[in-house]
């Protein structure tokens, strides 16, 4: 209980920095480069592997649940103000419920990646480290891909609230429970990796566009 809240603590945090972090990176990026196509570009660049791992999972997830999808892009489509879409995959219409889990693919996949990530030591630290940032910077549904879940979302909270306050459980016991309670606390950990990860980025980067902006302030005096 206390891992599953943890991961939901986590994944809470990591997606409000995540927005923060990447209109930083595009400011800095602008501010060298003063060119604002460019600039998302490079960002977009940046978080390339993380593009693929989210476009694949709406895919995989589509093809396993029985879903056709069409034509898959993973080079950006359009820019608009200082956001960019990345890439898509084409998915013919379903039901609600097969939608959600569609959409809700790559936050799933992208937890399971860094896992992986952590996991294997062998793997240098700066690509590491550069693996999960933009992993983690890529792998929560946008608005498109949820488009159609929030009324099937609200009838799943009403139900498993419902069966919580009739005090219904689902209770593991032996090698399942010990299994579940080990992936948990690695994937807790995983997280938290990505989060200092970000943070530092995040910190390093707001550093860097306050002595940029300072140092052009005082061209211009």
Do not use: C
């Not at 549904?141 to 879940?149: G, L, N, Q, T, V």
């Amino acid at each position: 209980m206390i891992s599953t809240l943890g991961i939901l603590a986590e994944l809470l945090l990591l997606f409000f920095l995540s927005k923060k972090l990447i209109q930083n990176i595009y400011t800095l990026f602008y501010l060298v480069i003063r060119n604002r196509p460019v600039a998302l570009s490079i960002v977009t660049l940046l978080l390339f592997p993380g593009t693929v791992i989210h476009e694949l999972s709406h895919l995989f997830t589509a093809e396993i649940l029985g879903v056709r999808t069409g034509k898959l892009i993973l080079a950006p489509e359009s820019i608009r103000g200082s956001e960019i879409q990345a890439g898509s995959v084409a998915i013919v219409k379903t039901g609600p419920f097969r939608r959600i889990l569609i959409g809700l693919a790559p936050l799933f996949w992208g937890m399971g990646a860094l896992f992986v990530v952590s996991y294997f030591q062998n793997i240098p630290y700066i690509v590491a480290f550069y693996l999960m940032f933009s992993i983690s910077n890529s792998m929560f549904p946008s608005a498109i891909d949820m488009k159609e879940s929030p009324g099937p979302i609200l009838v799943v909270l009403i139900f498993f609230s419902a069966a919580y306050i009739a005090g219904i459980r689902l209770s593991l016991s032996g090698q399942p429970l010990e299994i579940i309670t080990t992936l948990l606390y690695s994937l807790v950990q995983s997280l938290g990796i990505v989060l200092a990860v970000n943070i530092g980025l995040l910190l390093i980067i707001h550093v860097l566009i306050v002595l940029l902006g300072s140092f052009q302030n005082f061209k211009k005096g």
